[in-house]
């Protein structure tokens, strides 16, 4: 009983408070505001998130706001302890790769080994395990032959509603060409590539390239508070998991103005 009570003590006071906070966030959940539409109609700007840290391994700590790392990165892959990898279909929070400092959320869409390309705004994918396992796992999409390899077409719309284009955004508009067409690319192992949900309002892997390992933070664990830009609380939002999110009514909803790169 001794015990527990100096326990108590302890994390009563300042010290053991920030002690508390500091591992938490280290180890197990982070607090982060989505501040851009890349991932519209999914996650939305004023969407106040739990990052859940320990999805894809233990990322090396960091002092929030400053981003101090507060321990070496041993292993050389930015994780103390590695996990599992992001999965073809996960949205990931990770370290922008030209400055860590900055934090992105974005939609994995295609792992090591991978080969995609896209083509008149649509995602081709072909996964490294080959045309076997197209057939096997994507039926009911439609799927295109080249050099003998099997590419599905769109492969996470129907699974993710989120996912959607601007038909306002035309190549007449002197728009990114990529954008609109991307010569394929084999994705390096250990890497991954990220798109937004809100394909053509995001900054993500067509225009800078593909993410290490080492870059990954976690997975959005569930929204703690939302409101919109005039301040407006989206309650039934709260408490929502990204899984949730997708069924709810704002995956359907329609872009209401012209957004810009993010």
């Not at 490294?128 to 769109?154: C, P, R, S, T």
Request: charged share 25%; with cysteine.
């Amino acid at each position: 009983m001794e015990f527990f009570k100096k326990l108590y003590r302890w994390s009563s006071s300042w010290t053991g408070t920030v002690v508390i906070v500091l591992t938490i966030i280290f180890f197990i959940a982070q607090a982060f505001v989505i501040p851009s539409g890349s991932m519209k109609n999914t996650l939305l700007i004023g969407d106040m998130l739990f990052v859940k840290k320990f999805s894809y391994g233990i990322p090396v700590p960091r002092i929030p706001w400053i981003e101090v790392q507060v321990l070496p990165d041993f292993k050389g892959n930015g994780h103390l302890i590695e996990g599992d990898k992001p999965q073809r279909g996960d949205i990931v929070v990770f370290r922008y790769p030209h400055d860590e400092k900055i934090h992105y959320v974005k939609r994995c869409v295609a792992t090591g080994g991978d080969i995609v390309f896209l083509k008149d705004k649509d995602l081709y994918l072909h996964p490294k395990e080959g045309n076997k396992f197209v057939e096997e796992n994507y039926k009911g999409y439609q799927a295109i032959k080249l050099n003998d390899m099997l590419f599905v077409k769109n492969p996470y719309k129907k699974d993710h509603p989120g996912i959607h284009n601007d038909p306002a955004i035309t190549q007449s508009g002197y728009q990114p060409e990529k954008l609109f067409n991307m010569s394929p690319i084999r994705v390096p192992e250990g890497e991954f590539f990220m798109m937004g949900d809100n394909r053509d309002h995001s900054n993500d892997s067509r225009f800078w390239g593909t993410v290490p390992y080492k870059f990954i933070v976690g997975k959005p664990w569930f929204i703690y508070f939302s409101w919109d830009e005039d301040k407006k609380i989206r309650w039934d939002r709260v408490f929502q998991t990204p899984d949730q999110l997708e069924k709810s009514k704002y995956i359907n909803s329609k872009i209401k103005h012209k957004e810009g790169i993010y």
